[in-house]
């Protein structure tokens, strides 16, 4: 069985910084490109990050660049979301999805919440 | 405001056809493949069609989805009640190399 299982949210203040793990099973782990999205409260989703299979292959959203950083430990089938300098907009669940094969993402996790606020 | 462009809100009865729309541009739909999610407060969202208009896997064909130019539409036939939920398309854009989310149609079954 497939599964995503995202840790590390929580509440922190403006300007703090946040690592979201995301531990995978169930699939063969090398073969797929992660992501994450969030939404926010009262708001659709967004996509915030992608990492490949081939580690070189990563992209952000332009709202996260320069803020977050998404990384992967193949040996232990787990990706990481750095996320620094923290704003209130940023207060959202994050979940980890995999992408099955052109940005069509088939399973997800249930979801961490983070909430920025002083 | 989203790039892949959504109806807020569609209704139908049980039993009723009903179609959502997404509409996007040359860089994203126009040259790439779209995929519909469903989204269920307090769950986590569930991919319901993707590559256009391919079924996951346990997924009824009572939803469908097609493609034209730069814009999709998701069709859910035989409207039930557990459809009422939020539906989302997306699509890579490859100008601004990102993956797009519409801004969310909220389906309401009367």
């Known amino acids: 069985e497939v599964q995503l299982v995202e840790s590390g949210g929580g509440l922190v203040k403006p300007g703090e910084s946040l690592r979201l793990s995301c531990a995978a099973s169930?699939?063969?782990?090398?073969?797929?490109?992660i992501n994450w999205v969030r939404q926010a409260p009262g708001k659709g989703l967004e996509w915030v990050a992608f990492i490949g299979s081939i580690y070189s292959h990563i992209s952000y959203a332009d709202s996260v660049k320069g803020r977050f950083t998404i990384s992967r430990d193949n040996a232990k089938n787990s990706v990481y979301l750095q996320m620094t300098y923290l704003r209130a907009e940023d207060t959202a669940v994050y979940y980890c999805v995999r992408d099955r094969a052109s940005v069509s993402f088939d399973y997800w996790g249930q979801g961490t919440l983070v909430t920025v606020s002083s | 405001q989203s790039v892949l462009t959504q109806p807020p809100s569609a209704s139908g009865t049980p039993g009723q056809r009903v179609t959502i729309s997404c509409s996007g541009s040359n860089s994203n739909i126009g040259r790439n493949t779209v995929n519909w999610y469903q989204h269920l407060p307090g769950t986590a969202p569930k991919l319901v069609i993707y590559s256009n208009n391919q079924w996951p896997s346990g997924v009824p064909d009572r939803f469908s989805g097609s493609k034209s130019g730069t814009s999709a539409s998701l069709a859910i036939s035989g409207l039930q009640s557990e459809d009422e939920a939020d539906y989302y398309c997306?699509?890579?854009?490859?100008?601004?190399?990102?993956?797009?989310f519409g801004g969310g149609t909220k389906l309401s079954v009367l």
């Open positions: 997306a699509s890579w854009d490859d100008s601004l190399n990102v993956v797009l």
């Open positions: 169930g699939f063969t782990f090398t073969s797929h490109t």
